[in-house]
């Protein structure tokens, strides 16, 4: 890619054959000679006297020609250039217009003969004849020596009988790739007999010269399109081909006339990036369509190389779509069915509540399953070591939600059995009659042992767990921060049921059937075969699940 100092390198090279002097900046190599010109300056006013100064300085420059810097004429020569001469200078007419002229002055890179930034771009075809030519010598037109070329750094040129020399240019024969690269041209200057070298480096590239592509229709290829009554249409023939063709197009009806188009045919020429193909289309607009348009439109694309090739287009009114209600029957059973999942994902628990109250009648003469207790309770007895109390949500908050207002029957150790009964005997027998494990668990391990279970819940475990099938609903008083030191059955127990956290305290709202928590226990309750108590109240005892000192 051509970078911009190198663009600006060929602006410099066009306005150079002209004498028309451009703002751009003068770029000399470090050792050679070179001059500036005023930009107020072009050569119809070259009888105009010109001043040079330093820019920002009002002395001007002097004109003594055995200086280094002189103003010789209306240009500014640097007999040689020095890296510190870089820099803007000044030129004023009659001292009354002025412009700026800025100088480059550069080194040649390491190892280099020449600087990769200051190379004058030039292309040849690649396979054909060329010629490069030295650029930027208008000032050195007399008492110089014939140009000298090199390729890179190394001194001569290949000999192979390809390559000519000329007074200012040279020519290379059957050019191939790697003939690309950088060439040097270079004479000797010789003013007031001091000889001064001069150079210029040329980056050369070579392309292939653009292939000759024939003449291509790319639309219509003889289709059809529907539009609607009453709409508006714009219809474009596309052709292509070699930019050493020069292709046509133009839109006919059926009869050969152009009736009712010729008001907005429209044609445009365009080229491709690559330069190597260029595009031709002609395009006409139907504002309204009407029935009279259903028909053929014939684009007819000619060159001077080629015959003409004719295609079509037919426009057509469009025909009955019954992919959309076909799309349509099938898609809303299935939005149907999505929305009835996600209904069902996020009110399950509403629902089957909902339900179950709706058919209580009917669900409540189902055949009995012969037991007696929808749950056994089992929570952490009241210790000497147990900070936290289970008693007051055992004893008080589930008997007055789940038995007095939801009607269920709730088998309670300590409370339900007789004084002197074995436990482990009530626990096995009265577990059998029940349909649900009500397990509470507190966060506070010296409330009963994490390493191993008691008696009671060791038989609860088991008949959950192997021979009953009974379904264990979890009950945390407060968030259980680890599980760790838990028995395997509990861990077991809670990735298979999950587990329920109090955490609302025992205040009115709290005892209500329809808060978050107790839907939830009901919803893993059995189905209530007996209906609520009639009355019931609500404790006034305010409780919640936080650490509760002993004795409180």
Not at 162 to 180: C, G, M, P, V, Y
Not at 196 to 207: D, H, K, Y
Request: glycine share 4%; aromatic share 10%; with cysteine.
């Amino acid at each position: 890619m051509i970078s911009a100092l190198q663009l600006l390198c060929w602006i410099c090279l066009a306005y150079s054959s002209s004498s028309i002097c451009v703002r751009l900046a003068t770029n000399v190599r470090a050792g050679e000679p070179g001059a500036i010109c005023c930009p107020l300056l072009s050569s119809k006013q070259s009888n105009y006297s010109v001043t040079w100064y330093i820019n920002g300085s009002d002395i001007p420059i002097t004109t003594d020609n055995y200086s280094r810097i002189h103003q010789r004429g209306d240009r500014l020569w640097f007999s040689p250039a020095m890296i510190e001469d870089s820099g803007f200078y000044e030129c004023r007419i009659q001292n009354s217009t002025r412009d700026r002229k800025e100088l480059r002055v550069f080194k040649n890179d390491d190892g280099l003969c020449f600087n990769r930034n200051y190379v004058y771009p030039q292309r040849i075809h690649l396979h054909n004849t060329g010629k490069l030519k030295c650029p930027d010598l208008q000032n050195f037109e007399s008492e110089r020596t014939p140009l000298q070329w090199s390729k890179a750094c190394t001194p001569g040129l290949p000999e192979d009988g390809r390559f000519s020399h000329f007074e200012d240019f040279l020519a290379i024969k059957n050019a191939t790739e790697k003939d690309k690269g950088v060439y040097i041209c270079h004479l000797t200057h010789t003013y007031l007999g001091r000889q001064l070298n001069v150079s210029r480096a040329i980056s050369l590239t070579l392309f292939a010269p653009p292939k000759r592509i024939p003449l291509d229709i790319i639309y219509p290829n003889n289709n059809s399109v529907e539009v609607e009554l009453g709409s508006s249409i714009a219809v474009t023939c596309n052709a292509s081909s070699g930019i050493w063709d020069e292709p046509y197009v133009s839109w006919n009806l059926e009869d050969n006339s152009t009736r009712d188009l010729k008001a907005t045919l429209t044609q445009s020429l365009d080229k491709s990036p690559n330069g190597e193909l260029q595009l031709v289309r002609e395009k006409f607009n139907i504002s309204v369509v009407k029935p009279k348009h259903y028909q053929k439109y014939f684009c007819t694309v000619w060159s001077i190389r080629t015959a003409p090739r004719v295609v079509y287009i037919m426009l057509k009114p469009p025909a009955r779509n019954f992919q959309g209600y076909l799309i349509g029957g099938l898609v809303s059973p299935l939005l149907v069915i999505l929305a009835a999942l996600l209904i069902y994902k996020f009110f399950k628990v509403d629902i089957v509540l909902w339900y179950r109250e709706s058919c209580q009648v009917l669900l409540g003469k189902g055949v009995s399953d012969g037991k007696l207790y929808d749950a056994y309770v089992l929570y952490p007895k009241n210790s000497a070591n147990c900070a936290y109390s289970s008693d007051i949500f055992v004893l008080k908050a589930l008997p007055e939600v789940l038995e007095k207002q939801c009607g269920y029957k709730l088998f309670i150790c300590g409370r339900d059995d007789l004084p002197g009964q074995a436990v482990v005997s009530v626990a096995d027998e009265t577990l059998k009659q029940c349909r649900r494990v009500i397990l509470v668990l507190v966060p506070d391990s010296s409330c009963f042992s994490t390493q191993r279970l008691t008696s009671e819940h060791e038989i609860a475990v088991y008949s959950a767990l192997i021979r009953d099938g009974v379904k264990v609903i979890l009950i945390e008083l407060d968030k259980i921060k680890d599980y760790d030191n838990m028995p395997e059955s509990l861990k077991y127990l809670k990735q298979k049921h999950g587990v329920l956290r109090w955490e609302e305290g025992l205040s009115e709202k709290s005892q209500r059937a329809s808060t978050k928590f107790w839907k939830n226990v009901r919803y893993q309750m059995p189905v209530s075969r007996r209906p609520p108590s009639s009355e019931f109240h609500l404790l006034p005892v305010l409780f919640n699940s936080s650490w509760i000192p002993e004795g409180s």
